[in-house]
């Protein structure tokens, strides 16, 4: 167990519709990462947060976006959904800066669109 | 921009036999150097990680060493057991930011039978 918690596991939704994704980072970790995974892309990375503000955006499509709560539990959401955006979707966590750059990886989000 | 190639799989074997699953990096500066493990329906686990040249990474039998002369970063386990049955990606971040994303390779499937 990483201490990472992503909710929910499985999202079946349509088209068109909007979802949201949750992150619970380690205890501790001030620094959320998104990556997406997929047959033909493989990991990619999305966006990075550091302790509330946005730190790098990686190939974060303009319908996708995140934020960094003041608790540090990290939301990303999907709009406008496409076919294509059916993947898992994981969170990390590392501690920060001077402190550990290690990311630990939650158990990801499981996402069909259909 | 960096990059990560590593060979492609799936990599069958034999329980006991040895492993090497090899990766190569492209990058401007100087990356610390990492695998990831991904069993079935489950997030990625920190496997090992260096963050120098000659650096050599371990753990549970896997080991790898930071090669700066020939950017590389192979993956090696003397006798490899069916549990280690996964996929491995090796990862690349730069070294010294703040905190950056991880560039993953494609993943290497290891399938190992009794």
């Known amino acids: 167990d990483s201490g990472v918690t992503q909710t929910p596991k499985h999202l079946i939704t349509a088209t068109g519709q909007r979802v949201t994704l949750r992150c619970s980072p380690r205890s501790g970790d001030l620094s959320v990462y998104w990556y997406q995974q997929s047959l033909d892309q493989g990991l990619q990375f999305l966006i990075q947060y550091y302790n509330g503000e946005e730190r790098a955006k990686g190939n974060i499509l303009e319908r996708f976006s995140a934020q960094q709560f003041p608790d540090l539990h990290s939301e990303l959401n999907l709009s406008s959904l496409e076919l294509g955006d059916s993947a898992l979707y994981f969170c990390?966590?590392?501690?920060?800066?001077?402190?550990?750059?290690?990311?630990?990886f939650g158990p990801g989000t499981r996402l069909t669109v259909t | 921009g960096d990059s990560v190639t590593q060979m492609e799989g799936p990599v069958t074997l034999s329980e006991e036999a040895f492993l090497t699953i090899n990766c190569t990096y492209t990058a401007t500066g100087y990356p610390s150097l990492f695998w990831y493990v991904q069993y079935p329906g489950e997030g990625l686990q920190l496997l090992l990680k260096a963050t120098k040249a000659d650096d050599k990474g371990s753990n549970k039998g896997f080991e790898a060493t930071y090669r700066k002369e020939t950017t590389s970063f192979h993956l090696e386990k003397g006798s490899v057991q069916v549990s280690d049955s996964a996929v491995y990606f090796c990862?690349?971040?730069?070294?010294?930011?703040?905190?950056?994303?991880?560039?993953f390779g494609k993943g290497t499937t290891l399938s190992v039978s009794s």
């Open positions: 990862a690349l971040s730069d070294q010294g930011q703040a905190g950056t994303a991880l560039i």
């Open positions: 990390a966590s590392s501690a920060g800066p001077g402190k550990g750059y290690e990311q630990y």
